[in-house]
């Protein structure tokens, strides 16, 4: 096929602010996760596909399946959509007390 690119799981990226891998990236419309710092100034690695585990809400269970929202103020997930930007879906169950939710984008 003449015309394929790539598989299109990672977006190579100018990022505006400074991440370190792991760190939840919105760039436009589309959502990622940092594949390795990023200085803001240097091309960036972000995966744009794939099942993360990010910082949730303090207090808040999650369950499978849930849509997934990021709260920008503290950088976690929670499952209010009012005020928040939908980055995908919960893939496992999180209770109140787990610091973390695992949530597939892409």
Request: glycine share 12%.
């Amino acid at each position: 096929m003449k015309n394929y690119i790539e598989k299109g799981e990672f977006l190579h990226t100018v990022l505006e602010d400074t991440v370190k891998g792991g760190d939840l990236v919105i760039k436009e419309d589309t959502i990622g996760v940092a594949v390795s710092d990023g200085n803001g100034i240097d091309l960036c690695a972000v995966a744009v596909e794939g099942v993360f585990e990010l910082p949730k809400a303090t207090g808040v269970a999650l369950s499978q399946g849930k849509k997934a929202y990021f709260i920008s103020a503290d950088k976690t997930v929670t499952g209010v959509a009012s005020g928040n930007t939908l980055i995908g879906y919960v893939w496992e169950t999180a209770d109140a007390t787990n610091p973390v939710v695992r949530v597939k984008i892409g």
